[in-house]
């Protein structure tokens, strides 16, 4: 089976969106391209910053997900920064009991439970 390992987003500012990254999710930097991109990892999956150019493209990710060892910790973390959340999941989305928002808007999910359950058990 292929597995997804890398995840780029558009962003305004890549250096800020980093640190939000870095911060709330102990994600680490793997390189740096000035303020046009930065790229970290959480030893799994690396995730792209890349600085708006412009092409014609917005921004068309609708939303990825984290596992979390500890909610309530990452929940801590997200309230020092002025973004939407985290808030609880309607009922029928089985996969993750969170939403939250980074600093410019996109949305991400959080789960202790984890993505592989079977939402018919």
Same mark, same amino acid.
């Given at each position: 089976?292929?597995?997804?390992?890398?995840?780029?987003?558009?962003?305004?500012?890549?250096?800020?969106?980093?640190?939000?990254?870095?911060?709330?999710?102990?994600?680490?930097?793997?390189?740096?391209?000035?303020?046009?991109?930065?790229? +970290?990892?959480?030893?799994?999956?690396?995730?792209?910053? +890349?600085?708006?150019?412009?092409?014609?493209?917005?921004?068309?990710?609708?939303?990825?997900?984290?596992?979390?060892?500890?909610?309530?910790?990452?929940?801590?973390?997200?309230?020092?920064?002025?973004?939407?959340?985290?808030?609880?999941?309607?009922?029928?989305?089985?996969?993750?009991?969170?939403?939250?928002?980074?600093?410019?808007?996109?949305?991400?999910? +959080?789960?202790?439970?984890?993505?592989?359950?079977?939402?018919?058990?």
């Amino acid at each position: 089976m292929s597995k997804i390992k890398h995840i780029a987003i558009i962003c305004m500012d890549p250096p800020r969106m980093a640190e939000f990254y870095c911060t709330v999710f102990d994600m680490k930097v793997i390189e740096r391209k000035g303020d046009k991109a930065v790229f +970290l990892t959480d030893g799994y999956l690396n995730l792209a910053l +890349l600085s708006q150019k412009a092409e014609g493209k917005p921004n068309g990710l609708n939303h990825f997900g984290f596992h979390v060892e500890n909610m309530e910790d990452v929940s801590a973390r997200l309230k020092k920064w002025k973004v939407v959340g985290p808030e609880q999941r309607p009922a029928d989305r089985t996969y993750a009991e969170l939403r939250a928002t980074d600093p410019e808007g996109n949305n991400f999910d +959080l789960t202790e439970q984890g993505y592989q359950r079977n939402k018919n058990k």
